[in-house]
């Protein structure tokens, strides 16, 4: 028994050895190939059986070898003596397993030990032990698994070390490895081989591109930023219900089918659906993303300028009329005399006199600066016009009344002048070959001489305006008539010879006019002035005054500018050289203009209109040909009654002071200064 | 009521008063002025007769309250005031109506005559009392302008000037009554605007429309002046002519337009103003321009005053200017006196009181005026009926005025003692 019981005692040491690696090996499925263990450490576990156990438990030393192998033989292995460990007696058959499967209850938990070949039944600890195995939990029972740990190595630094072992010696003495390393580093730097790290490169990588930037180039570039182009908003035609004149009719849609798709004037047909729940898909969504990109991606990048400007900065700086002084402001004299409407003024050169000739059939003779009449002449019809000889060498006015023109001397200023006019004129001589002439000029003689009458020149239709040319000794009279080429004449004072320099009828003929130092002639109509060239006998210009029946036309000394007064309130300004079209038409008058003239010197030209006033304009002519006229009106003179709904008749200048006279139907001529 | 500090003084010692500072009322006015020192003369001198005062204000006549004229001024009412007093100018009185048979152009008075020149052709010559004395028809034209040259005893020169461009020269004996065209001045190439004649009395000076000022003899002889030009015929006109024709002494040419005024400044000098706005002062002796006044209007007339050497120029438009001759430096107008409404087509300094003008206007009014109140005239002669045309101021205190309704007026303008002496 000792030796039994000493091998209990091994035996038992061994148990608790696997005891281990069963807690930690064991998978539940492999139980039945760990039984023979269990069965010791059955053993062990049971106290009771254990004497019986250990009574027949016979140390087999085959070792762990499949026990098949010893199927056919009667023993199962050897035990510690070498001595066969024989088989015990099967007595049962598969029938008596069967019946034990049936009848006995403890069947399940009996095992067959093949070590031994005997059967075991398994006591409830040992079965519990074999379930809390199948569930992989310790055997012991008492084993917890889950203690509370106890965090020895933790970062806090607590009052008692966790070792409580002394500190190396190699912790306080240099290291000699340590000092190999830095003589080699040192070594290295007398050397040279190692250099000083570089210092960094202060520039640095990222800065603000924008920090200089100016403010205004900011602002600049944010007003520079162009919006994509709006898409365009859908209509009626891309509504899901459109109203049916949107919808296409049969034959719109097989045009529209037959249409290049770029013709189409809509890229989808319009459709009608019941209700918004019945619309299918947008099939063509990616073709419309597409050309909305096509859009934005070709969209011209090209800023259309707004143009922000004040209108009133449009408008050109006219300059004050104060700054343009001289002018006529205000009425000085009035020159009283005449009884019916005085139709035409006329200023000698001397700016001594002034002429007037009126319906009452009277021209008189002015004296400008105290309007006192020193003569007046009676004529036997409405005298229509009256003009100065500009020649100051001679003293001659020309007036003409009903179908007469007659040069008449008055007999004023220098009567040396005076006398050698009368002299020129008698000393004329007949030529021999006499021309029949369209006018007939006949010498005045008896009382009409006396007068001062000179030249009578009778013409076929009657004369409504007679102007001199600048020399004095041409005389153009215009005798309007509509379909007749004999409307304008031009008489030489001198040969006493009268041309008649159109044959053909251009419309009525309103006025004519010199031009003041060119062979220019201008024949104003009732909608255009010719401008004719006298020498090559040809049309120069036709100008085209945009108004409706001309009334009178004055041409600038400087030849290159005429104004034009028409029937209908407007005045054109033509610059000869810009166009054949009015440079200005000024509407100032209520009424029809009668009378337009140009002062010599001065930049001013006045209007005379029926709504009896003159309206003064600066009118400004540049030397230079790139500026152009500069046009302010002025002054409104006021001070004719209008009579018969008759207003100025006739305006004329002064030829040397900035002065403007008038002639009006109420009979009076006014000075304007 | 505010009270204001005034010191009253006078040049008139007659009228002298304590040169004491007074406290006067500051709304006091011209007649409360007048009284303060009719009251001071009363207890002053015993005698004393109540006169009427005007009163001058750093140089100003006072014609609202004093404290408004000062506020106008910019004076200050904190510190004495110092003011002037005058006897107070009369209104012209007027004396005659003298009618014409047409306008008149010019007039010229003397201590005894009245010689007017008028659109009919002819000069007159009236009495003080208007009586007409004598006619002078010479001329072919209207007579412009007229000037005495010379009366000593009974015989007088006189000369007119008219539109036919020749002045004549009249001898005119006041007790036979008889004129005599003596000398017939050709030369003036248009018409003869104005004449006068100089200090001496033995030249006369024209201008006229051709824009040349003409020095003459005014010395009748017996001879007639040789005619520079021989081709000009003149048969016809010898026979017409009045008198010996006379040429000029001298030409002074350089006006761009019509000459319209001139006078003698001095001996030596001349003055004349024209239509190109220009007043142009000429040495007599050598002929040549001196200096110019520009001004911005066409001249109708001047005037020189010797007493206070200042020229007053009527223009073709509503003032009269002043100026003074002796500036350098072109334009210098002193004041403008503004009240006409029309061209100032006369104008004629006084000739006792360097303050005084009168003038006529185209807008029938003849204005006198003190240059120490510019703003307003002192008086306004309102009786023409037409445009003024000329206008005269004799040394013994006439005023005369013409016109174009054809009627001379004359006024009798006392000045007062004090003006006298001083």
Known sequence: LTSEGETVMEHLGQIEIMDVELGYSLQPVSLIALLPHAHFLLHSLSPSSCLAMCSQDIRNTVGNIPMEWYKDYPHIGYDLDGKKIFKPIRTKD?????????????????????????????????????????????????????EPAIDFFSSEVMIHPVTNRPEDKRSFIPSLIEKEKVGKLVHAIKMGWIKPRRPKETAPKYYDLWAQEDLNTVLGRHKMHIPAPKMRLPGHEESYNPPPEYLLTEEEKLAWEQQDPEDRRVSFLPQKYSCLR???????????????????????????????VNPEDLIPKLPKPKDLQPFPTTQSLVYRGHTSLVRSISVSPSGQWLVSGSDDCTVRFWEVSTARCLKTVEVSGAVKSVAWSPNPAVCLVAISYGETIVLLNPGLGDKFICSATDQLISSYEEPEESKEQSVQWTIAEGSDHEHGQRLILKHPKAVRQVTWHGKGDYLACVMPDDNSS???VIHQVSKRRTQNPFRKSKGMVQCVSFHPIRPYFFVATQRYVRVYNLIKQELTKKLMANCKWISSMAVHPGGDNVICGSYDCRLAWFDLDLSTKPYKMLRHHKKALRGVAYHKHYPLFASGSDDGSVIVCHGMVYNDLLQNPLIVPVKVLKGHTITHDLGVLDVAFHPSQPWVFSSGADGTVRLFT | MSQLQARFFTENKKYAIDDVPFSIPAASEVADLSNVINKLLEARIADHKHVEFDFLVRGQFLRSSLASHMDTENISTEEVVEIEYVQKFTAPQPEECIMHDDWISSVEADSEWILTGSYDKTARIWSLEGKAVMTMAGHTDVVKDVAWVKRDGLSSLLLTASLDQTVLLWEWNSEQNKVKARHCCRGHAGSVDTIVVDPSRTKFCSGSWDKMLKIWSAVPTEEEDEVEEPNRPRKKQKTE????????????????????AVLWTDAEELCSASWDHTIRLWDVETGEQKSMLTGSKVFNCISYSPLCRRLASGSTDRHVRLWDPRSKDGSLVLLSLTSHTGWVTAVRWSPSNQHQLVSGSFDNIVKLWDIRSCKAPLYDLAAHEDRVLCADWTDSGLILSGGADNKLYTYRYSAYVSDAGA
């Open chain 1, 486 to 488: 004999l409307q304008v």
């Open chain 2, 241 to 260: 002519q009045l008198g010996l024709t006379r040429t000029p002494l001298m030409t002074l040419s350089g006006h761009n337009e019509a000459v319209s």
């Open chain 1, 94 to 146: 598969e029938l008596d397993e069967f019946l034990d499967k049936m009848e006995n209850p403890d069947y399940w938990r009996t095992v067959h030990n093949k070590m031994t070949g005997t059967d075991l039944r398994l006591s409830d600890e040992q079965v519990d032990l074999v379930h809390r195995l199948q569930q992989g939990k310790f055997g012991d029972v008492n084993f917890n698994e889950y």
């Open chain 1, 278 to 308: 019945a619309v299918p898909a947008f099939s063509r969504f990616i073709h419309e993303r597409f050309e909305r990109c096509l859009d934005l991606y070709l969209c011209p990048r090209q800023r259309k300028m707004r143009v922000n």
